[in-house]
């Protein structure tokens, strides 16, 4: 189970950087990290697995950062200078 506390922690300090707020929802098999900005979200899947080590973090990571380029798109006040996540 800590694993899911590295995986949250991760995603809350890319989420904080781009100014997005990051749920944590716990469902019956994986839990969810859901980004909201601005009335929109999305959400992303993580592993709870006590085998997934150090790239099964960086790998979610990757995905949290996928997820933030979209939110951000999606959101009415970005604009093309805006600062995102790369």
């Keep these: 189970m800590t694993r899911l506390y590295d995986y949250l922690a991760a995603a809350t300090d890319l989420a904080a950087a781009a100014g997005v707020g990051v749920t944590l929802v716990k469902t019956r098999r994986h839990p969810r990290l859901v980004l909201h900005h601005n009335g929109a ?11 997934d080590g150090r790239r099964g973090i ?3 990571r990757a995905d949290v950062r996928k997820e933030l380029r979209i939110l951000q798109q999606m959101t009415p006040t970005a604009s093309p200078g ?3 996540i790369v």
Excluded at 41 to 51: D, E, G, I, L
């Design 41 to 51: 979200s999305r959400f992303v899947v993580v592993p709870s697995t006590p085998s």
């Design 58 to 60: 960086l790998r979610a």
């Design 82 to 84: 805006d600062r995102r």
